[in-house]
């Protein structure tokens, strides 16, 4: 979509002579507020807390904050192209949706919502492990748009790989492989709150559906469906995990394979060496390590590491179009948007989360002209400079 920018700015001062009082938001704090008003506190909190004091998910907007950018003028700025290449796909824009579990608790569409409108914007989707709707029947929803699998690493072997079966046969064209979650964090509003939705049921959907899953079952779901929980919650994580492992995912599907939740240099180099497809620079938003560094900080020591090996992309903090810019300019091949999106689906379903997306993206469009930027694939670390301390 050539100038998103200009189309969707142009589509909101249009309504200036008849206003719709009941418009949905613009300003991206707005989306967060009016879920908070419409959420009780366990669904809001699961979405929008972190791990302890949330300081690394301050750390994650602060990185941003930190770098800022020097336009330029005087560079022929009419078409604007925001499309991105990865492992020979070329998506529309440099953005993805970011695997997020349990969105049944959010909105009544919960996933296929949210699928939906990643699949009218082009934005690839990435189905969680842990959501509540199966694996595929979100990729029904989504029809031959791009999606992602996020894989949950179980501590049951059987369980991730037939997992990696039925994303590869869903039509999934990429495993995303979550490593900093091998047990939950030290949520505080989640333990104040008492809330885990998947004791409830919710976010299951994938492991109930699961042959592998269901035969270790000692009676079936339907006759005993606590029980099938309380054997979720034994194979859920999986901490005794090795970079030996890795071996394992190569074996049960020929899909790249991205590690998410790379933070350090020497993880990426060891990733690099174990064969692995890309990597995904991310602190989970904050929601499993307090007072780890900022994911942007990060990052370009990440990207140096890496090279030009794999694609690098990044999550936690992306709120806004320049912050967009800013992880591409430091290395991000692409960003992944997480919260953002779910305020939008608690505030509005489908229609909430491709309004936050095409907003962020028309932010984006029009940052790039007026910072004298052309094409999202060329930004590169001249267009920044970091703030001193």
């Given at each position: 979509?050539?100038?998103?920018?200009?189309?969707?700015?142009?589509?909101?001062?249009?309504?200036?002579?008849?206003?719709?009082?009941?418009?949905?938001?613009?300003?991206?704090?707005?989306?967060?507020?009016?879920?908070?008003?419409?959420?009780?506190?366990?669904?809001?909190?699961?979405?929008?807390?972190?791990?302890?004091?949330?300081?690394?998910?301050?750390?994650?907007?602060?990185?941003?904050?930190?770098?800022?950018?020097?336009?330029?003028?005087?560079?022929?700025?009419?078409?604007?192209?925001?499309?991105?290449?990865?492992?020979?796909?070329?998506?529309?824009?440099?953005?993805?949706?970011?695997?997020?579990?349990?969105?049944?608790?959010?909105?009544?569409?919960?996933?296929?919502?949210?699928?939906?409108?990643?699949?009218?914007?082009?934005?690839?989707?990435?189905?969680?492990?842990?959501?509540?709707?199966?694996?595929?029947?979100?990729?029904?929803?989504?029809?031959?748009?791009?999606?992602?699998?996020?894989?949950?690493?179980?501590?049951?072997?059987?369980?991730?790989?037939?997992?990696?079966?039925?994303?590869?046969?869903?039509?999934?064209?990429?495993?995303?492989?979550?490593?900093?979650?091998?047990?939950?964090?030290?949520?505080?509003?989640?333990?104040?709150?008492?809330?885990?939705?998947?004791?409830?049921?919710?976010?299951?959907?994938?492991?109930?559906?699961d042959p592998a899953f269901q035969a270790k079952l000692d009676a079936p779901i339907e006759a005993d469906p606590q029980g099938a929980i309380m054997h979720w919650t034994r194979i859920f994580g999986n901490t005794s995990l090795t970079w030996d492992d890795l071996s394992f995912l190569r074996e049960h599907?020929?899909?790249?394979?991205?590690?998410?939740?790379?933070?350090?240099?020497?993880?990426?180099?060891?990733?690099?060496?174990?064969?692995?497809?890309?990597?995904?620079?991310?602190?989970?938003?904050?929601?499993?390590?307090?007072?780890?560094?900022?994911?942007?900080?990060?990052?370009?020591?990440?990207?140096?590491?890496?090279?030009?090996?794999?694609?690098?992309?990044?999550?936690?903090?992306?709120?806004?179009?320049?912050?967009?810019?800013?992880?591409?300019?430091?290395?991000?091949?692409?960003?992944?948007?997480?919260?953002?999106?779910?305020?939008?689906?608690?505030?509005?379903?489908?229609?909430?989360?491709?309004?936050?997306?095409?907003?962020?993206?028309?932010?984006?469009?029009?940052?790039?002209?007026?910072?004298?930027?052309?094409?999202?694939?060329?930004?590169?670390?001249?267009?920044?400079?970091?703030?001193?301390?």
């Open positions: 979509m050539e100038n998103i920018g200009n189309l969707i700015q142009y589509q909101i001062y249009a309504t200036m002579h008849n206003p719709d009082p009941n418009r949905l938001p613009v300003i991206t704090e707005e989306w967060e507020k009016l879920a908070r008003e419409k959420l009780e506190d366990g669904p809001y909190y699961y979405i929008a807390g972190g791990a302890g004091a949330e300081k690394t998910m301050e750390a994650n907007l602060k990185a941003f904050t930190d770098w800022q950018i020097i336009p330029r003028m005087l560079r022929n700025v009419d078409k604007r192209d925001l499309s991105v290449n990865i492992f020979g796909q070329t998506y529309p824009f440099p953005v993805l949706q970011a695997p997020i579990g349990v969105q049944s608790i959010i909105h009544e569409e919960g996933e296929i919502g949210s699928a939906k409108a990643s699949a009218e914007m082009g934005v690839p989707y990435i189905a969680s492990s842990a959501s509540t709707v199966p694996m595929e029947k979100i990729a029904e929803a989504m029809g031959d748009a791009p999606r992602w699998f996020q894989l949950y690493w179980s501590r049951d072997p059987e369980i991730a790989a037939s997992f990696l079966k039925r994303a590869e046969a869903s039509g999934y064209s990429a495993i995303v492989v979550t490593l900093d979650t091998p047990m939950m964090a030290w949520r505080e509003y989640d333990l104040k709150n008492v809330y885990l939705p998947f004791l409830a049921g919710e976010g299951v959907g994938n492991y109930f559906t599907t020929k899909l790249p394979i991205i590690l998410k939740g790379i933070m350090h240099p020497d993880d990426a180099k060891m990733a690099i060496e174990k064969g692995v497809d890309g990597i995904i620079v991310s602190n989970h938003g904050g929601r499993q390590v307090d007072g780890a560094v900022g994911a942007l900080e990060v990052l370009p020591e990440v990207a140096e590491a890496v090279g030009d090996k794999v694609p690098v992309l990044m999550d936690s903090g992306i709120r806004r179009g320049s912050d967009i810019m800013k992880a591409m300019a430091l290395g991000a091949k692409a960003v992944l948007v997480g919260r953002p999106l779910m305020y939008g689906l608690a505030v509005a379903g489908q229609k909430g989360v491709k309004e936050v997306l095409q907003n962020m993206l028309a932010d984006l469009d029009i940052t790039m002209g007026l910072t004298g930027q052309s094409k999202v694939s060329e930004l590169d670390e001249s267009l920044l400079r970091k703030l001193d301390g």
